[in-house]
């Protein structure tokens, strides 16, 4: 780290030139965003012209508009098995968030069990493995439910899984984990064919246990080309293992986010069993949204091509943060990977500075997503992960951000190096 061999004086320096550099953005009184990962008005544009389209419904055949298909239309059905490489009868599609599925299967399982005859969770102990930095929401769900989390660090192969596989094969009370195998949220690690192997192979202690595959950021590569990762039911039906897999996706950083429409995929056994309750919670979803999904994407191929259009968007602000962040992470300052698809760059800054990065960044007008958020609890035990969500700004206002972003990490890291000489 380049200011570790500065003295106090050179440090205080240094301190007021960035604070001053700082004050001069503080006048502008800007208002700037990189929270949350949204998509920019621009993506969403390009979406428009399913609005426009002329459905032509079937009242003959099954009427799309009326009541009915609890499993959704055969037609989306048809283009996630293919997309996710699963059988149709493995997937049900759902209205516009994926989120409201996890919720409602980790609902279910707390009130029913994870199959004929389970204990219900809410009936037991529960844990729930999180891999960090994570999706904070996925960390709400549990925190909702009252189900104790337990960190595992990822890698850049996916979560370590020595830990995963000796957690979950000596303790019965740990009946899930949160995965996010492609362009992982936030860090953008897709998990290595072996870390997908391993996961098909875990040994439970808890015959109950499932993986939560959230298959987010499925078609979202930043760059030509397909970054693959195994499938893991493949891996699963070579051993038996498929009912342990619960896999989510949607089409919210596709088309419209929480307007477009979502998928669940997984045992032909887990799909009956979870149709048996939602029968009571639903007649059906949104087959006039599905059936407009489809005739806009209506193949494998659309789809990429319209990702394509997406990446176009927004590869040009991941590249402008990455290229202002690149020569701090030569000075040491900070640790990332460059994603090559997904929502999020990830971050690492010095250890015990991330809250106060994101302090000093609030106090100049730009908002970043809460330090901690990443980790179960709010809790970063380094303090030192920051998630940076470029999609949403446009691309001169990423150049801003990231320019002062650059000297809020240097100023909380002259302020660290200064209290370690202080004490
Ligand atoms: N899963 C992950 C990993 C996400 O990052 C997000 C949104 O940021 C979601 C799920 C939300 O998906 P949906 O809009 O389908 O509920």
Known sequence: MIYADLTADKLNGLKARLQAELDGFKKQNLALDMSRGKPSTAQLDLSMPMLEQKLNFKPDKIDYRNYGLPEGIPEARRLFAELLEVDFDEVIVLDGSSLNIMFDTVARAMLFGTYEGATPWSKCKTKFICCVPGYDRHFGICEVFGIEMISVDMTLNGPDMD???????????????????????????????????????????????????????????????????????????????????????????????????????????????????????????????????????????KLRAHMREEAAIIRPKFEALIGALAPLRKEGLVAFTEPKGGYFVSIMVQKGCAKRVVELAKEAGVKLTGAGATYPYGKDPNDSNIRLAPTLPPVDEIAKVADILAICIRLASVEKQLSLIEA
Not at 256 to 281: D, L, P, R, W
């Open 163 to 301: 830990k995963v596989e000796k957690l979950v094969s000596e303790d019965e009370s740990i009946k899930g984990i949160w995965c996010v195998p492609k362009f992982s949220n936030p860090d953008g690690t897709t998990y290595s064919d072996d870390t997908v192997r391993r996961f098909a192979a875990l040994k439970p202690k808890a015959k109950d246990f499932r993986i939560f595959w959230d298959n987010a950021y499925c078609v979202h590569e930043l760059y030509d080309g397909e970054v693959a990762l195994l499938n893991i039911f493949d891996e699963c039906k070579k051993l038996g293992s498929e009912d342990m897999v619960y896999e989510f996706a949607s089409t919210s950083k596709i088309t419209f986010s929480g307007a477009g429409i979502s998928v669940f995929v997984t045992s032909k056994a887990n799909i009956a069993y979870a149709k048996k309750i939602m029968f009571y919670q639903t007649i059906g979803p949104n087959k006039v949204n599905q059936y407009m999904h489809y005739s806009y994407l209506p193949t494998v191929e």
